[in-house]
């Protein structure tokens, strides 16, 4: 185990041993089956995680919704309170956490380090928000009256997240959640078990601290079968689920079905169009990172290169220069020198395989890469296709790996098309200096997506805005802007304070 190494020891650090019981419902206590962890860089075991059995599940629900009571009372600063302490509890194991993460998950230590200060953001913006979180008072067009909207928390909601963002997602939903007034179940992906526990113990020391029952946070690792419960259950008022199409759809169908709420975050198909006047410096800059960083494995990768005619070669040239200076950087996620770690599982390492061998079949070139590196770990080269049709059944999908496909556009309107021809509209891009086309981008015959850029890269977005996107992403918004709607119920009042009754619309009843 990598745990009993010594060059492992941040995880001790964590509070984690080689045994861990994945459930916490005020106390850590699990009887399903065991789990081992892997390091994606090496195939070998970090530690063991005891999952949740159905009855643990059952059990963290019943007490986060008992603790919920207590924890909607408090006034929202004073929840905003714990999660200001939450934030610097984790700024305190910025190092440790985001090392864990690059060990379990795959992706580089400031990546990592990276997805754990989103964490603390999404903290720094959940502060702020439980001091002024909107009420609003509209002008009643009956004397005496008042009509008041108000915001309650939803109470109880659950919360499944994935491999790949397994601090932030979960921070941007929990954060939030919690100066909402909401408690939560959270359900992570079973492949990073050991994160959960880490930052579910980091939130646990910070109630603890203040005397708040821990169930508030509850979590439960496991399989299917626990995320199909969660998704079942009456009480969960909102099931925020990130991850694929196929199975969000899903979600979303069972959660509709007794009319709760889903928050869907799933699959991108994410396009950078580059402009016949792009500039190509910046866009090489952006596109190595929004194209092979992170192995390809963010929801807002760069899947697809819509690049002018006039710019085709250039680009195309000058990204494979671009991605033979990283090759000798792809390694251990956890060494400073490395920019590309390896892919999260043996079953991704098979997808990357089989959809370079399909797109060779389909009549495509594999322009750079298209191997898998032969080492311990599941490492693959970035990979740059060409040839293949915008509409081609490759280009259309997600393969969730470090493969581009660079598409000629003759003009701005077509790329915008191809853009939007696919039906995942998570993140998108242009890379101009003319603004007309920025606001025709931005505007209503522009990209179809949630995030729309303009010379950055699709992904990596900041914790300000909302983030999600249209179509077959789902349509939920979380983290920024207004989002926090979503973790809350509004009701619409109409308070009389004239003493007698006036009907609206002028209606006159009986009088
Ligand atoms: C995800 O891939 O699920 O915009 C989330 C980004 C990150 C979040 C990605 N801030 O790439």
């Keep these: 185990y990598l745990i009993d190494d010594p060059k492992y020891s941040f995880l001790k650090d964590l509070g984690l041993d080689k ?30 995680v005891k999952t949740g059995s159905l009855a643990d599940y059952e059990t963290c629900a019943k007490a986060a919704q008992d603790a919920w009571h207590s924890w909607a009372e408090m006034p929202a600063p004073a929840r905003g309170e714990i999660v200001r302490q939450i934030g610097d509890a984790l700024r305190e194991k910025l190092q440790p956490l985001g090392q864990l993460v690059s060990l379990e998950m795959g992706k580089i230590l400031p990546e990592a380090i990276g997805e754990v200060v989103e964490y603390i953001h999404v903290c720094d913006l959940a502060l702020g928000l439980s001091r002024t979180l909107p009420g609003t008072i509209f002008p009643s067009e009956r004397p005496g009256h008042v009509l008041i909207e108000k915001w309650n928390p939803l109470g109880l909601i659950g ?6 963002f397994p601090v932030a997602v979960f ?25 959960a526990v880490a930052v579910t113990k980091i939130v646990e020391s910070v109630l603890v601290k203040n005397n708040i029952p821990g169930a508030v946070a509850a979590l439960c690792v496991g399989g299917k079968d626990i995320g199909q419960t969660l998704v079942r259950d009456h009480r ?31 699959g991108g198909n994410n396009a950078i169009i580059v402009n016949s006047d792009a500039n190509v410096e910046l866009l090489l800059n952006a596109a190595l990172f929004a194209c092979a960083g992170t192995a390809g494995q963010r929801c807002t990768t760069t899947r697809r290169l819509l690049i002018h005619e006039k710019l085709f070669t250039e680009v195309v040239s000058k990204l494979k220069k ?12 956890l060494l400073s020198e490395t920019l590309i770690g390896p892919l999260h599982t043996q079953a991704a390492v098979d997808a990357y395989k089989k959809t370079v061998a399909e797109a060779v079949k389909l ?10 590196i032969d080492r311990e770990g599941f490492f693959v080269e970035p990979t ?36 939007n021809e696919v039906e995942q509209g998570l993140s998108s891009s242009l890379f101009t200096e003319n603004l007309a086309d920025v606001f025709k981008w931005i505007g209503p015959h522009g990209s179809d997506c949630g995030i729309v850029n303009v010379n950055i890269p699709t992904n990596g977005a900041e914790v300000g805005g909302a983030f999600g996107g249209e179509k077959a992403t789902g349509g939920g918004r979380e983290c920024g802007s207004d989002s926090w709607k979503s973790y809350m119920r509004r009701a619409t009042v109409t ?17």
Aim: hydrophobic fraction near 40%; include cysteine; charged fraction near 15%.
């Design 495 to 511: 308070v009389n304070y004239s003493g007698t009754i006036k009907l609206a619309q002028n209606i006159r009843f009986g009088d």
């Design 159 to 164: 919360i499944i997240t994935a491999f790949n």
């Design 171 to 195: 921070g941007w939903n929990s954060a939030i959640a919690m100066v909402c007034g909401d408690v939560s179940v959270w359900k992570p992906s079973d492949t990073t078990p050991l994160t």
């Design 236 to 266: 969960m008022k909102l099931v925020s689920f990130t991850g694929s199409t196929a199975v969000g759809q899903e979600v979303g169908v069972e959660v509709q079905r007794r009319f709760g709420r889903h928050l869907l975050e799933l």
């Design 322 to 333: 671009a991605y033979a200076s990283v090759l000798p950087r792809i390694g251990d996620p």
């Design 384 to 419: 740059i296709i060409t040839g293949l049709p915008h509409d081609s059944p490759l280009v259309m999908a997600e393969c969730f790996a470090p493969i581009v496909y660079c598409i000629k556009i003759p003009d701005l309107d077509t790329g915008i098309q191809y853009n």
């Design 363 to 372: 009549g495509g070139t594999i322009e750079f890469g298209g191997k898998v």
């Design 19 to 48: 045994k861990n019981d994945g459930v916490f419902n005020g106390k850590w206590e699990a009887n399903g089956q065991v789990i081992q962890s892997y390091s994606p860089a090496n195939g070998k075991i970090i530690a063991e």
